[in-house]
Structure formats: structure tokens, C-alpha cells
């Protein structure tokens, strides 16, 4: 599949949804200090919108890069995804 641009409303609707994980997990007792490693960018990062794909969790701003990637058609599963930015 070829990869196509984002336009900037686009790409700004795809962080206010995110962003509305967060709102969501805080709403629902998340704590605002509890943090959480991502394996994709390898951080310990708030706990707060962590996004579940199957069996992997990827942090906020992990998983808005994946969605944004899905949405230009450039993005492979969640597992390679995670797998290529640490090769073995």
C-alpha cells in the first residue's frame, strides 16, 4: 500500500483523540504518578493512556506515532513496529 500525507487537521484530530486516553485514564483513577515502561521507546512513561494492542501496551506518544503511521498507510503490526526501533 503507498504511503499518503496527513493533513494538519488530520494530524491534529489524531493527538486530540489521544489526548482523550489520557483524560479518560485519569478520570478513572489512574494516578498522575504512576509510570510504566513502553517497550517501543524503551521510557518509563505516566501510566495514563497507555494504548493496548493485543498483547502490547505502547505509552501515549508511542502509540499516537503508530496511529498517525496506520493513517498514512506506513505502519506494519504493533509487534514489528515495536521490534524495529530495537533490533536485536
Do not use: K
Not at 489524531?14 to 517497550?39: I, K, N, Y
Not at 493496548?52 to 498514512?72: K, P
Amino acid at each position: 500500500m503507498r504511503a499518503h500525507a496527513l493533513s494538519r487537521e488530520q494530524t491534529d484530530a489524531v493527538h486530540e483523540v489521544m489526548q482523550l486516553f489520557v483524560e479518560d485514564d485519569l478520570a478513572h483513577g489512574v494516578s498522575h504518578t504512576e509510570r510504566r515502561l513502553c517497550p517501543h521507546c524503551r521510557h518509563r512513561r505516566r501510566a495514563a493512556g497507555f494504548i493496548v494492542y493485543g498483547a502490547t501496551a505502547l505509552c501515549n506518544g508511542c502509540a499516537t506515532a503508530f496511529e498517525l503511521a496506520r493513517l498514512r498507510h506506513v505502519s506494519t503490526p504493533v509487534v514489528e513496529f515495536v521490534a524495529r526501533a530495537w533490533p536485536a
